[in-house]
T-cell receptor, first 115, second 111 residues
C-alpha cells in the first residue's frame, strides 16, 4: 500500500494564479480531509469528505474548492492564489468502519508559496 | 467552541528521562483523542488513539491517558531516546470528523 500520496511536494505561485493539489489514498477509506499548517499554529481543516460525492467545509474553506468523484481521490483547488495561502497543505484519510478505526493517515504534504 | 491547548510549546530533556506531554481541551463531549508525531518537513504519524470510552492506550514506550471530566490527556514517554525528538500534536474529534488540533510540543532529547 502506498497509503496517502500528495503531489506536488513544492509549488510556487504568483498572486491570482490557480492550481490543484492532488491527493490519493489506496486504503479504501471513506473519510478524507485537507488541512493547512502555519507556523506556531495547529492544523486547520479546510474541507473534508465522508464519501464519494459528499464534501463539506471545515474551519477555513474560503478560497478553496474540493470535489470527490471517487473514493481514492480528493483534489484541492486554489481558485485565485493569495499570499495568505502560503502554507503547508496536508491531506489525510481514515475509516470509521474498518480497523484501525478513526486512525488518521497523512500524506507527506505540499509546501506552497504564493508571491 | 472546542479549543485544544498543548503546554509547553517546547521541551528539552536529557536522554533516558521519562517525560509527560500535556494536552487540554475545553469541551468534554469528544468522540476520540489522538496523539501524533511530526518530524521536520514531514507529514504526521499517528501514535495513539483513545476512544471516548477508554481511559488509556499503550504502544511500546508510549502511554496516553484521557480524562474527559477534567479535559486533559497526557502522553507519557518512557526512557526517552534522541530518536524521539519531534513535534508531538494532539487532536480532538468531536464526532463530526472536524478534528480540532493543538499547536504541538516540540521535544528535543539531548544525547
Amino acid at each position: 500500500n502506498a497509503g496517502v500520496t500528495q503531489t506536488p511536494k513544492f509549488q510556487v505561485l504568483k498572486t491570482g494564479q490557480s492550481m490543484t493539489l492532488q491527493c490519493a489514498q489506496d486504503m479504501n477509506h471513506e473519510y478524507m480531509s485537507w488541512y493547512r499548517q502555519d507556523p506556531g499554529m495547529g492544523l486547520r481543516l479546510i474541507h473534508y469528505s465522508v464519501g464519494a460525492g459528499i464534501t463539506d467545509q471545515g474551519e477555513v474553506p474560503n478560497g478553496y474548492n474540493v470535489s470527490r468523484s471517487t473514493t481514492e481521490d480528493f483534489p484541492l483547488r486554489l481558485l485565485s492564489a493569495a499570499p495568505s495561502q502560503t502554507s503547508v497543505y496536508f491531506c489525510a484519510s481514515s475509516s470509521r468502519s474498518a480497523p484501525p478505526l478513526d486512525t488518521q493517515y497523512f500524506g507527506p504534504g505540499t509546501r506552497l508559496t504564493v508571491l | 467552541k472546542q479549543e485544544v491547548t498543548q503546554i509547553p510549546a517546547a521541551l528539552s530533556v536529557p536522554e533516558g528521562e521519562n517525560l509527560v506531554l500535556n494536552c487540554s481541551f475545553t469541551d468534554s463531549a469528544i468522540y476520540n483523542l489522538q496523539w501524533f508525531r511530526q518530524d521536520p518537513g514531514k507529514g504526521l504519524t499517528s501514535l495513539l488513539l483513545i476512544q471516548s470510552s477508554q481511559r488509556e492506550q499503550t504502544s511500546g514506550r508510549l502511554n496516553a491517558s484521557l480524562d474527559k471530566s477534567s479535559g486533559r490527556s497526557t502522553l507519557y514517554i518512557a526512557a526517552s531516546q534522541p530518536g524521539d525528538s519531534a513535534t508531538y500534536l494532539c487532536a480532538v474529534d468531536p464526532s463530526n470528523y472536524q478534528l480540532i488540533w493543538g499547536a504541538g510540543t516540540k521535544l528535543i532529547i539531548k544525547p
